[in-house]
Nanobody
Framework: QVQVVESGGGLVQPGGSLRLSCATNGIIFSLYTMAWHRQAPGKQRELVADITRGGSTRYADSVKGRFTISRDNAKNTVYLQMNSLKPEDTAVYYC??????????WGRGTQVTVSS
């Protein structure tokens, strides 16, 4: 059974940091592109960052220079380090695993709230 489970969300003040984790089970993790998306209230879900199996990364313009995506293939886990957080980063953050044949699996999300 494929599992994609996010953790690490919470409440943080503007300018603060959080690290999200996404643990997977049931897939050959090293073959998958992993992505973080987010959805704020009343807005569409958007791509935040992704990382290919080869380690190439890309970021949304709104988070470049503040967020860093990384993966640990030995732990079947992808991370999102978020620094200099802003209130507009408030959203539910979702992890997505994308396999070589286009198979996708989403996690249930973790809430990030940036507020003073």
């Amino acid at each position: 059974q494929v599992q994609v489970v996010e953790s690490g969300g919470g409440l943080v003040q503007p300018g603060g940091s959080l690290r999200l984790s996404c643990a997977t089970n049931g897939i050959i993790f090293s073959l998958y592109t992993m992505a973080w998306h987010r959805q704020a209230p009343g807005k569409q879900r958007e791509l935040v960052a992704d990382i290919t199996r080869g380690g190439s990364t890309r970021y949304a313009d709104s988070v470049k220079g503040r967020f860093t995506i990384s993966r640990d293939n030995a732990k079947n886990t992808v991370y999102l380090q978020m620094n200099s957080l802003k209130p507009e980063d408030t959203a539910v953050y979702y992890c997505k695993a994308v396999g070589p044949a286009g198979y996708e699996r989403w996690g249930r999300g973790t809430q990030v709230t940036v507020s003073s």
